[in-house]
């Protein structure tokens, strides 16, 4: 370790390094953590950010989760949000392809944005670094502790945000959580995502956009995506492809359940592959079901492979060129905070004064519950009451383990709801300590307007 070390503190019985002293400590630096690290530090707030791989992005990036969804919501982008998809366009990716509203980004220059915004803004990442615990006193959580590449450190701050997606942070200093759908008691199912390359795009648009006439296909290369989900009402052109492939016994009905493909914008000739869907036998909260997951998901990833190499045309010279570096966990961990969103805040677009963001995708609860879209224009907002716990003083939460139940968690789950979230996370805490308020007694809707990156419209709730 160097030497400058903000001194020494005992933790289980010995004594470790505190690496850093600091304003905020932001545990994951998936899309909802470096939002708010980055916003924490623009406010004025010396931040740290603690990720255990070596890239920013988390999912988006480590977990090759593309492109980021539509909100569905209108105007729903925050000014940070915003800022990712002109810095995308800038660094020469197009994000947009003029008929869908998802962003297509690509994850190597996603995570060199990260890590730009980042040293912009003055951000300290501590790369390989696992938060393994925390160090608390009452109600306030004095240290995380952390695995880093020189062993275990201490980072002290004056507050944390856990964007660990697993509540990890929270979970280590005592707050109530609950994993999984209450009805079943499983999470939703993992995906061990991966890329292919070597694909002839313009074939397999040809193919399935205009042979078989799928309607699913509504831009074309090189923005360009194919389907198939079994457990959806909507029935797909390619599900014929896969059934046809556990008739002859080359693939499984696991396998064949759930199948889609995005092109990568700059990669040219590479499809980001949303599969395979691994069973909920298999559990994204225990730890040794999660590591079997990984081997199953492996041979299901090469079984897919293989079968559309061989029967998808445009697949005939594809191959895996990279597999993600974390499982697709969709729900893992949720905390359970000072406000509680549920299925009727979907349904009735419900609003709040202290409204962090909005958003309309869809509950997207794979296996258990897919709804309809909301009405055109309709939106229902996130309470920066989710975001904080009756319990830790000076702590928030972001991200996909906010306070929500399993079946809303499922809409407000996608990319850039989640770094809106984060984004609010950066700037309460800055706003926080800069004021000496605890981040569960700060309204959010007493900051300033102009100092937030959202307010709320109001009206219906
Ligand atoms: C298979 C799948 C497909 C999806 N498809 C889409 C899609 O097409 N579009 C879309 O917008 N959304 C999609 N989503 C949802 C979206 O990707 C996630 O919900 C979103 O990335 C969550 O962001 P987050 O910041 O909360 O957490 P994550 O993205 O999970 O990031 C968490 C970060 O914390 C780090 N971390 C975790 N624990 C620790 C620890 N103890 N110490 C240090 N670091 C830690 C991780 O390495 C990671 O970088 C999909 C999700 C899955 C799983």
């Known amino acids: ?21 600091v304003d905020v400590c932001v545990a994951g630096g998936g ?30 990036v480590l977990g090759c989760v593309y492109p980021f969804m539509d909100t569905h919501a209108p105007d729903s982008d925050t000014p940070y949000v915003a800022e990712v998809k002109e810095r995308l366009r800038k660094a020469g990716i197009e994000p947009f392809d003029g008929v869908t509203q998802q962003t297509w980004h690509n994850p190597e220059t996603l995570s060199l944005i990260y890590d730009e915004m980042c040293e912009e803004a003055g951000v300290d990442v501590l790369y390989q670094t696992v938060l393994v615990d925390t160090v608390c006193k009452g109600s306030v959580i004095e240290a995380c502790i952390v695995q880093t590449i020189a062993g275990l450190a201490a980072v002290r701050a004056k507050t944390f945000i856990d964007s660990t997606g697993d509540a ?50 509504k831009s074309k290369p090189p923005y360009f995506e194919i389907a198939e ?50 069973p ?42 990279r597999e993600a570096a974390m499982l697709g966990a969709r729900e893992s961990w949720r905390i359970r905070g000072k406000h509680y969103l549920v299925e009727d805040d979907y349904h009735n677009q419900s609003r709040f004064a202290d409204a962090v963001c909005r958003t309309a995708w869809f509950i997207d609860a794979h296996g258990e519950k897919v709804s309809e879209k909301l009405p055109k224009g309709g939106f229902y907002e996130i309470p920066y009451g989710s975001l904080v716990t009756e319990q ?64 709320s419209v109001g009206g219906k709730s």
């Open 392 to 455: 830790i003083e000076n702590l928030l939460v972001t991200g996909r383990c906010i306070s929500a139940s399993f079946i809303l968690q499922a809409s407000m789950r996608i990319q850039p709801t989640c770094m809106s979230i984060g984004e609010a996370a950066g700037i309460a805490a800055a706003w926080g300590v800069k004021h000496k308020i605890a981040a569960n007694a700060l309204k959010w809707e007493e900051i300033p307007a102009d100092r937030r990156s959202y307010v």
């Open 280 to 321: 909920v036998k298999f559990s994204a909260s225990n730890p040794v079901s999660y590591s079997k997951a990984v081997t199953y998901g492996r041979k299901m990833m090469h079984h897919i492979a293989n079968y559309l190499i061989r029967h998808l045309p445009g697949f005939e010279k594809a191959f895996i060129s």
């Open 1 to 21: 370790m160097e030497k400058s070390f903000k001194g020494t503190m005992s933790y289980a019985g010995r004594e470790i390094p505190v690496l850093y002293s």
């Open 229 to 278: 989900a079994m457990h959806r009402k909507q029935r797909y052109k390619l599900e014929e492809l896969m059934a046809e492939g556990v008739k002859t016994g080359e693939i499984t009905q696991e396998e064949a359940e759930y199948m889609q493909a995005y092109t990568i914008i700059g990669k040219n000739g590479v499809m980001s592959m949303n599969c395979p869907e691994i």
């Open 168 to 217: 990890y942070l929270s979970r280590a200093a005592g707050v109530p959580y609950e994993r999984g759908y209450e009805k079943t008691g499983n999470n939703q199912p993992l995906s061990f995502r991966f890329e292919m390359g070597g694909i002839d795009v313009d074939r397999l648009y040809q193919h399935v956009a205009v042979e078989l006439k799928e309607d699913w296909c």
């Open 31 to 60: 899309p909802s953590g470096t939002a708010a690290a980055v916003m924490a530090a623009r406010n004025g707030a010396k931040t740290v950010l603690v990720e255990r791989g070596v890239a920013l992005g988390g999912l988006a």
